[in-house]
């Protein structure tokens, strides 16, 4: 609680979640309960990164809990047009992603059905890793579809973001930058964010 008022108060404008479920991959984090306490501290929106196997059965879990984005894996278990479909009804902003071993076009079928795409610059699963190049390439070609098809597509990037690669991110077309470590180890986090 004490963390997301420092980043409300850093100047942070959304809270990226990551949940992650020892399956999908090998570590654990939080779950809608802990979504749900902390949903009482702020008004910012929740970005909540799921990283686990069969979202479809969590969808209304972390709905419920406040999220106001929920981002699943592109090769996690299930139907994923199914749970981008149902997030959408929940009143939940869908979202897809894939890790930095996955090609881009393996989101092209699901393009059209969400409002953020999350390119992973690190494999999913732990923090504190750092930056791999291929994002950049892929945020290019996302950027290239949001141009011509969805111009509010948020186009978010995750993993070893600082000031240095996030600037690169950025000028690649990145819209949101979800950034850990970077600001959290950061003597000044308002100035890092900033
Ligand atoms: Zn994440």
Redo the contacts with the bound molecule.
């Keep these: 609680g004490e963390e997301v008022k420092r980043i409300e108060s850093a100047g942070a404008d959304w809270v990226?979640?990551?949940v992650m479920d020892g399956i999908f991959v090998p570590n654990i984090t939080i779950g809608p309960v802990v979504i749900s306490s902390v949903r009482k501290l702020t008004k910012m929106p929740f970005d909540v990164?799921l990283?686990i196997q069969r979202p479809m059965k969590y969808v209304k879990m972390f709905a419920d809990a406040g999220s106001d984005m929920l981002?699943i894996h592109v090769d996690a278990d299930g139907d994923v047009k199914e749970t981008l479909k149902a997030i959408r009804d929940c009143g939940v902003r869908p979202g897809i992603?894939l890790n930095p071993g996955i090609p881009v076009e393996k989101l092209d079928p699901y393009l059209d059905m969400v409002d953020l795409v999350?390119i992973?610059t690190v494999d999913?699963g732990f923090g504190g890793q750092s930056f791999k190049d291929v994002g950049l390439s892929k945020i290019a070609r996302v950027k290239e579809y949001a141009e011509s098809h969805n111009p509010k597509l948020e186009i978010s990037v995750?993993?070893g973001i600082n000031r240095d690669t996030g600037k690169r991110c950025v000028d690649a077309g990145a819209t949101v930058l979800?950034a850990g470590s970077s600001l959290f180890g950061a003597a000044d986090m308002k100035k890092e964010i900033a």
């Design positions: 990226h979640l990551d990164h990283m981002t992603t999350l992973m999913a995750d993993g979800a």
